[in-house]
């Protein structure tokens, strides 16, 4: 008989993360996780797509910050989707650029983020396209099936759908606390709790 206790199906860090043991993380040393953050099953994050610059000659032998993606506080990353960083052609070599999320983004089942830039308290639907250095500002909600073309920028307050995107609406005054995640994060991990009704 084992002592040791069974293996949960997340794995739990100090800073309270929760990632799956089935999501992929690609080069996990050039991804940052701010804390508390759930990456559900099959969710894919592609931290091997980094800079591939060579350091200047006048760097003062400083190692290269080479953080691919960055993500907030209070994240939550559901089944099937991926997070890759956009690339471009810098200077004549075809290079990747830093892709960041802020606090309390909920990224949908089947979702690709491209974005170079994702604020905080942003819900992106189902099955979303996030093309390559969008910039999607805060407290912004991006309905499911919706395809944000490359380089667009999506203003703050903003409800997003169609296919390419614009912007339908805005968000209603005193609606922002639909976009916090505190509970969502509770009901995930080995010991989840049950959603408040």
Known sequence: ??????????????????VARKATLVGTQNIMLGGKTVIMPE????????????????SSGAAPNNTAVAIGRYCFLSRGCCLRPPGRLYKGLFTYMPLRLGDHVFVGPGSVVQAATVGNYVHIGAKVAIGEFAIIKDYVRILDDTVV?????????????????????????????????????????????????
């Open 1 to 18: 008989m084992s002592r040791r206790p069974p293996r949960g199906e997340y794995i739990e860090t100090d800073t309270g993360n929760k």
């Open 43 to 58: 969710a894919m994050i592609r931290g091997d797509l980094v800079r591939t610059l060579q350091p200047s000659p006048s």
């Open 149 to 197: 073309p490359p380089n667009m920028v999506i203003p703050s307050f903003s409800i997003v759908a169609g296919q390419p995107a614009r912007v339908i609406g805005e968000v209603p005054e005193g609606g922002h606390e639909a976009f916090e995640l505190r509970e969502l994060y509770k009901t995930v991990g080995n010991n989840p709790q049950p959603a408040p009704v």
